[in-house]
């Protein structure tokens, strides 16, 4: 089967993140986090290949060699998510796409989510640098996002020792970005055992916590 036509102009690939320690599920692998059949991590990757993004790159421990990803993991590991950027952009070949979708692998609506994304893009002003979703208190949610890739790159650059232990705001600071206001179901991401029972009761599903943790790693 041949792989799925980006309909973006110019492009579009993906940055996934799924590499966080989740101090607040006691280390638990969130990406791994079921919901309605299928693990987050399982929902971003799909969510990104419907909208033909590629290349597609999960920045995290390998959690699933089934999946048609490239994976890479920030130096050292739990550096944050301004230096899985960094990392992701490292790995990609010289020949980018305009855009690059970047979401975290926590999101259970992931699929609408993009969805919605990538159908605002078009509105988007030719002088922005991207949009991300805002939540229901107008709080922009920068891991909810399409980016120019070049302005994504440029404030990566930027940033000291390569983005390692910098918060997100750190690689958005000076970037035009437009913040769309969207419903919580598109913004709600899963950050404690309640959002997760939540999610489930929505979904329909169980409540069963997984065990799975990340394994030891040096930082």
């Known amino acids: 089967m041949s792989a799925p036509t980006s309909a973006v102009p110019g492009g579009l690939g993906a940055i996934l993140l799924a590499g966080g320690r989740a101090s607040r599920v006691d280390g638990a692998v969130k990406p791994l986090f079921e919901v309605a059949g299928r693990t987050l991590l399982q929902s971003a990757v799909d969510a990104a290949t419907r909208a033909g993004a590629r290349p597609l790159t999960?920045?995290?421990?390998?959690?699933?060699?089934?999946?048609?990803?490239?994976?890479?993991?920030?130096?050292?590991?739990?550096?944050?998510?301004?230096?899985?950027?960094?990392?992701?952009l490292s790995s990609w070949s010289d020949d980018d796409?305009?855009?690059?979708?970047?979401?975290?692998?926590?999101?259970?609506?992931?699929?609408?989510?993009?969805?919605?994304?990538?159908?605002?893009?078009?509105?988007?002003?030719?002088?922005?640098?991207?949009?991300?979703?805002?939540d229901s208190s107008s709080r922009p949610q920068w891991l909810t996002g399409v980016y120019r890739t070049r302005a994504l790159r440029a404030a990566a650059s930027a940033l000291p020792t390569a983005g390692r232990d910098a918060p997100v705001r750190a690689l958005m600071h000076d970037l035009a970005i437009t913040v769309v206001a969207a419903p919580d179901a598109l913004t709600r991401d899963i950050d404690t055992w309640e959002d997760l029972d939540e999610a489930r009761r929505r979904s329909g599903a169980g409540t069963a916590a997984p065990e799975a943790r990340y394994p030891e790693e040096q930082t």
Do not use: K, M, Q, Y
């Open 58 to 88: 999960v920045v995290g421990p390998t959690l699933d060699e089934a999946l048609a990803v490239s994976w890479v993991r920030e130096d050292p590991p739990f550096g944050g998510p301004a230096a899985a950027v960094v990392a992701a």
């Open 97 to 134: 796409p305009a855009w690059t979708l970047l979401l975290a692998c926590d999101l259970p609506a992931a699929g609408a989510a993009v969805r919605r994304l990538v159908g605002d893009l078009a509105l988007l002003p030719a002088d922005a640098d991207g949009l991300c979703l805002g």
